[in-house]
């Protein structure tokens, strides 16, 4: 007597499944597409069961944040200068999202509560008031860096020669564009090129203001 079917056992539901999964949805739907309902169906619970693992959507974005920014190296704030701990740490949230770039719409319409990130948020703002900068423009210079490598990060991912200038009388465009870096280095480049000059013009203004 045949018996019935064996049943594929589900796999146990946990929180770090649920933000595995979250990344993995986030990347395979398109922008802003990323729901509770879809991720409940993906993990094969409904999404009342959903909300007996985590307690919010909110919630379940910022533990992706978590999973992403915990790549990120802000011990430079300890050890080099403000301006090059700035750079060095750009460098690195960079290179953390650029792993993860389908992620970066979702989380820049979401405020930020990740713990991971408050606290590299608040080891930046000591080194930069330590080094003497004016408290209401410490944020501003975060969020500039910030602002600044999330979008290098959207180019790092874009095709790569975004500037075609084509068959067009534009000669000196053709020009610059011809003697741009290889094509996995423009964007790289790009950025780098950007971040020091913005941390450099930060310097500059600190010390005009001294």
């Not at 408050?118 to 330590?130: M, P, T």
């Amino acid at each position: 007597m045949t018996g019935a079917p064996k049943r594929t056992p589900r796999a146990h539901v946990t929180e770090a499944r649920i933000v595995a999964e979250a990344l993995r949805l986030i990347r395979d739907e398109p922008a802003g597409k990323f729901t509770l309902s879809r991720l409940a169906k993906r993990l094969g619970i409904s999404t009342p069961s959903l909300y007996s693992h985590v307690p919010s959507k909110q919630y379940i974005i910022e533990r992706v944040r978590s999973s992403v920014v915990s790549q990120i190296d802000d011990s430079v704030f300890e050890t080099l200068p403000w301006d090059r701990a700035l750079v060095e740490w750009g460098k690195s949230y960079a290179e953390a999202f650029a792993r993860h770039p389908e992620t970066i719409h979702l989380l820049a319409t979401h405020s930020v509560q990740a713990p991971e990130l408050i606290r590299q948020y608040e080891r930046a703002a000591a080194a930069l008031l330590a080094a003497g900068w004016p408290e209401d423009r410490i944020m501003h210079a975060i969020t500039a860096v910030e602002s600044l490598v999330l979008g290098s990060v959207l180019d790092m991912v874009a095709p790569p020669q975004m500037v075609q200038p084509g068959e067009g009388d534009f000669p000196l465009l053709h020009s610059l564009v011809d003697d741009l870096p290889s094509e996995e280095d423009r964007a790289q480049r790009s950025f780098v090129f950007g971040l020091e000059a913005l941390v450099a013009g930060f310097a500059s203004g600190l010390e005009a203001d001294a």
